[in-house]
């Protein structure tokens, strides 16, 4: 299961061979098309300096195309663009022992993986995107490997918050944060706040997450209802128990299309009851080398899908 | 004569296919076998339309290739198979095609009853899963008949979903749990016990209908399409998903054999997970 700490110095890097290189601050790599700009093609400086760690990363701050509509590669259709996806970014680990590099390479690598999907669902108009940072089984692993998570994790989200504002990138978290130090919990809860406004491009972060806790707080939530009266037993069905669920925060709960790199074939306890009827894609490049190519691939095969929610043929 | 000689070659054939068959099972039971497998029949609309088969006929072939790899299932020694016959989404199909459905369900349920071949072969126990009360009549009390007349059957579970989504038997499970919990508070002589008020996992977990089986093993799902369609969403947090090509009446032996193939790989991390706290 993956964990990536949220460091989003985002760039046009479109492949991690790029991510590896370092690039001076506002160059920009010359394959990436002018219409992932804004259409007055600011440069860096009218947005701000560059971060220190996007200098030292060798890798250029973010470029949002504020609201203009962005050319979709060819391929891709945008009326049958996934309106709400969803992602299992694993393979950090394997990644990083692949490569004889410390686990904790994997998880930067990953990271940066992140920040180019973030960046490409801002630029082809995904509305929602959810991630499955961290399982409430993922706590089974090395204590040492967990609070390094954790501090990457408060780090980049202190370091992105402003990125992320320019952007109008909403944050919400779902899972249970009461077992994370009071710092970052704190943290998401401002982040949550001072991005509540945003509506370009709504990132829902699971921590410490898990669908079935998810679907049993609902219940739980149902039943304090039936104790105080507001609603009887019988009335219990499933519009009920899906607007107590921690999804409830968004307009499109259900994903369209999940995502799960490294070749797994499991849903592994994630966003278990808004699964229904989402198609499922399971990549088999590693999270880390999840790139545009195989984005694009994802999204090509997701919209040559007949979806009929069990009714007629269309 | 002739007649008699070909009867007796095509029982040789069918005894010879059959001996390789259990030997290749022999192979495969080397490794873990997986207890319980679970099905989503998709393609038997496709299957009819590709083949120039009349309405309704794709579900009949399906119901044939069903027939095999249930007997492929408890050859292999797997003790649990599900199958997705009916889903609650499907009664919005057009009602000639439910109707069609709901006869073949009907007859093949009936016949059960009478000839009791697979059951009494293999000990078959067998549940209808689901909102039971959605079902027509007759099919309904066909179902509650042949679940009475198996119970005593306990060498292999055969787990028939109809009309039945995930969500309906979770939003379910969670109105019986309250419905309990609520009875509890109310007969309870303590006011103050707060502990015993809150709704756990475990209370969801057994009023779920499919609490009469453990979690699948695998999930297969024919025709090449890989989603869940709302069927067992609770249960298949940790199985392996196999989402071969073929339509489900074209399903076979080889396809079984992959699956299991599959899981064997992917088994000593799916143990190590299942052992954690």
Redesign the interface.
């Known amino acids: 299961m993956a964990v990536v700490p949220l460091r989003l110095h985002l760039s046009f890097t479109s492949s991690p061979r790029h991510a590896t290189r370092p690039t001076l601050g506002l160059m920009l790599p010359s394959h990436i098309p002018r219409s992932f700009f804004s259409s007055a093609d600011k440069p860096a400086t009218a947005l701000g300096p560059p971060g220190k760690d996007a200098i030292l990363n060798g890798t250029p701050p973010a470029y949002y195309a504020g609201e203009d509509i962005v050319a979709l590669p060819a391929g891709l259709r945008r009326e049958l663009m996934p309106r709400h996806l969803a992602v299992i970014m694993d393979g950090n680990r394997r990644w990083a022992r692949m490569r004889g590099l410390p686990v904790v390479s994997g998880y930067e690598a990953g990271a940066r993986a992140f920040r180019r999907i973030v960046e490409l669902c801002c630029n082809w108009g995904i509305r929602v995107l959810t991630v499955f940072a961290f399982s409430s089984e993922n706590w089974f692993r090395p204590k040492v490997e967990t609070d390094f998570l954790m501090g990457l994790f408060e780090r980049g989200l202190r370091d992105e918050l402003r990125h992320l504002m320019r952007a109008g990138v909403r944050i919400s978290i779902i899972g249970d944060i009461s077992k994370l130090l009071k710092p970052l919990q704190v943290l998401l809860a401002d982040a949550m706040d001072t991005t509540i406004n945003n509506s370009r491009l709504h990132l829902i972060i699971a921590v410490n997450y898990s669908g079935q806790n998810d679907v049993v707080q609902a219940c739980q939530k149902l039943a304090v209802k039936v104790k105080d009266g507001l609603i009887e037993p019988e009335e219990i069905n499933e519009s009920l128990v899906e607007r107590e669920l921690e999804t409830n925060c968004t307009d499109f709960p259900h994903p369209d299309l999940l995502i799960r790199t490294s070749g797994e074939l499991r849903i592994s306890n994630f966003l278990l009851w808004q699964l229904a009827y989402t198609e499922l894609y399971f990549a088999d490049s590693l999270w880390p080398d999840f790139g545009e190519d195989e984005f694009l691939e994802a999204l090509c095969s997701f919209q040559r899908r007949q979806r009929r929610y069990g009714g007629q043929n269309s | 004569m002739d007649g008699k000689r070909d009867t007796i070659l095509f029982k040789l054939f069918g005894s010879s296919v059959s001996y390789m068959r259990r030997c290749l099972f022999s192979v495969l039971s080397v490794g873990p076998v997986p207890n319980h497998l679970a099905f989503i029949l998709d393609g038997n609309?496709r299957y009819a339309k590709k083949w120039n088969l009349g309405e309704g006929m794709g579900y009949r072939a399906g119901f044939l290739s069903l027939m095999s790899l249930i007997k492929y299932c408890y050859e292999l020694g797997v003790k649990y198979v599900s199958i997705y016959a009916f889903?609650?989404?499907?009664f919005?199909?057009?009602p000639e095609e439910v109707q069609c459905v709901m006869d073949l369900m009907l007859e093949k349920i009936e016949g059960l009853l009478r000839e009791q071949t697979l059951v009494n072969q293999y000990g078959v126990r067998v549940y209808f899963i689901g909102n039971l009360k959605l079902l027509h009549e007759p099919v309904r009390l066909a179902a509650e008949k042949a679940m009475k007349a198996t119970s005593n059957n306990n060498n292999s579970i055969l787990l028939i979903c109809v009309a039945y989504?995930?969500?309906?038997e979770?939003?379910h499970a969670?109105?019986e749990?309250?419905?309990d919990?609520?009875a509890l508070?109310r007969s309870s002589v303590n006011e103050e016990n707060d502990a015993n008020?809150?709704?756990?996992?475990s209370d969801?977990e057994s009023h779920m209908y499919m609490r009469v089986a453990p979690d699948p093993d695998i999930l297969v799902r024919t025709s090449g399409?890989?989603?869940?369609?709302?069927f067992l969403?609770?249960q298949?947090?940790?199985?392996?998903?196999?989402s071969p090509k073929a339509l489900w009446p074209e399903i076979g032996l080889r396809h079984l054999v992959w699956a299991v193939l599959?899981f064997q790989r992917?088994h000593p991390y799916l143990e190590r997970?299942r052992k954690?706290p």
């Not at chain 2, 989504?165 to 309906?168: E, I, N, R, V, W």
């Not at chain 2, 298949?236 to 196999?242: C, R």
């Open positions: 609309r889903s609650i989404d499907n919005r199909r057009r989504t995930s969500t309906d979770i939003a969670a109105q749990s309250c419905e919990k609520w508070i008020d809150v709704i756990k996992l969801i399409e890989t989603r869940l369609s709302n969403l609770w298949t947090s940790n199985s392996l998903l196999f599959n992917a997970r954690q």
